[in-house]
């Protein structure tokens, strides 16, 4: 039987960055698709987590699919085939096209790209929200003039600036795929994140604000879109009474188990954002005085706050040197690196985690173009140089980190948490 404390024992020992935090009617659900005998891709659980989606996120369709990374996917290929055309068959839909996409973000934002045979081009992060800088998306354009599609990510749970971006998108008359895996219940303006672009993703990942242990949903306002993201992700079955083709088909679409946690969990959203917000704000107090800052957060929005971060000023940094994949750093007296820091959190069992690698910097994406708000382009100068903070994105992975989120840990917990970094700068 569900307990509810038996969650919260299981945490005692550990805090974790963002694990699931489960309500029991994710129970409830689970077992109704179970006694039903729904156990499969089909069933009032997924009619229900549509419906939902549709409602909080205020957009007219939603899909629900196994997972955020299939809905990019299909997002790409919707993307592609309407600036390209239908591609032949074992052909992407992007194959040999170049797109504009986040450069701070998870690898889950950009492999659909290459999926569908087109190059990532990673575009520029600016301070003010971590995410895409309009000023270097317009100079991307001004170089690669034909690009058509655009994939933004809203790090962290923080919108990126809609406004500038969204002006740039249209006036070259390019295709927006949104990513708000991590931003789900975030607004910007007062409008939802997953409602700008024209293809849209939010993720019910294990560790996102509300999970389905996997699980994802395509949002839309074209129907025409959704019945084609719903036929592809079951394979893409031709109405005949035996199995017909015409189309490439995949097996996407989310369970009706998966879909009975999504629909149990979707009521808690706006109480999990809350939890969160008074997590980044007992950082923000408990940080003061110290020569750090927490993720900004601009004035024209409203994050999820699903993870909070710090990123420590430049002058109490200690020497720090990351390989591709080992890390040294000095200790010096009233300095401290991410490292140490994320060190001394593990020393008493709580998990932080270092900024997410920003593409332009993973060695997959390494002779990828990377563009900058100066119009200076990596593919085509030698004006990056590696290693030193060259630019914002890695300035940002160098000084910064994430810091426990969990939504269930204590103030007592934070308190110590937050104690051991203000030992960091002694
Ligand atoms: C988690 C995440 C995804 C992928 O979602 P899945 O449901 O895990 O496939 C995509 N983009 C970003 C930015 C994410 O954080």
């Not at 974790?16 to 109704?32: A, I, N, V």
């Not at 074209?222 to 017909?244: C, F, G, I, M, P």
């Not at 420590?312 to 720090?320: G, N």
């Amino acid at each position: 039987m569900f307990n509810k404390n038996n969650q919260f024992k299981a945490f005692e020992s550990k805090v974790w960055l963002s694990s699931p935090t489960m309500h029991g009617e994710e129970l409830k659900y689970m077992t109704q698709a179970y006694e039903t005998n729904w156990m499969s891709t089909v069933g009032e659980n997924i009619n229900q987590v549509e419906a939902m989606t549709c409602e909080k996120i205020g957009c007219k369709y939603a899909v629900g699919l196994s997972c955020g990374t299939a809905s990019l996917h299909l997002s790409m290929k919707l993307a592609g085939i309407e600036a390209y055309g239908m591609p032949k068959v074992g052909h992407g839909a992007l194959e040999g096209k170049k797109v504009f996409c986040s450069d701070m973000t998870f690898d889950a934002t950009v492999n659909p790209i290459v999926y569908e045979g087109g190059e990532p081009v990673f575009i520029e992060t600016e301070r003010d929200t971590w995410n895409m800088d309009a000023k270097a998306l317009e100079k991307a354009f001004e170089i690669y003039p034909d690009v058509r599609v655009v994939v933004l990510a809203h790090l962290y749970g923080t919108p990126g600036k809609m406004d500038e971006i969204m002006e740039v998108v249209n006036r070259h008359n390019a295709i927006l795929v949104e990513d708000a895996a991590e931003s789900m219940g975030a607004t910007y303006k007062g409008i939802e994140t997953g409602t700008f672009g024209k293809y849209n993703t939010v993720s019910f990942n294990g560790n996102k604000i509300v999970t389905g242990s996997s699980g994802g949903c395509f949002l839309t306002n074209d129907l025409e879109a959704a019945n084609k993201v719903r036929k592809w992700s079951t394979q893409s079955r031709e109405n005949a009474a035996w199995y017909q083709h015409e189309e490439l088909g995949y097996n996407y679409r989310m369970s009706n188990v998966v879909a009975g946690v999504v629909r149990g969990q979707l009521p808690y959203l706006d109480e999990h954002i809350q939890q969160k917000k008074a997590i980044y704000y007992r950082y923000k107090e408990g940080l003061k005085g110290l020569p750090v800052q927490m993720n900004p957060i601009p004035e024209d929005c409203e994050p999820n706050y699903w993870l909070s971060c710090l990123i420590i000023d430049k002058d109490a940094m200690t020497k720090q040197v990351r390989s591709e994949q080992d890390v040294l750093y000095t200790k010096e007296q009233g300095k401290t690196c991410p490292t140490e820091i994320l060190e001394a959190i593990a020393s008493i069992n709580a998990e932080g985690r270092p900024i997410w690698k920003p593409m332009h910097m993973q060695p997959i994406y390494r002779l990828n173009p990377f563009i900058n708000k100066d119009g200076i382009n990596r593919a085509k100068t030698n004006a990056y140089i590696q290693g030193e903070a060259q630019d914002i994105g890695m300035d940002i992975f160098n000084r910064g980190l994430c810091l426990p989120s969990d939504n269930k840990m204590t103030v007592e917990q934070q308190d110590r948490i937050i104690e051991v970094i203000r030992a960091c700068f002694e």
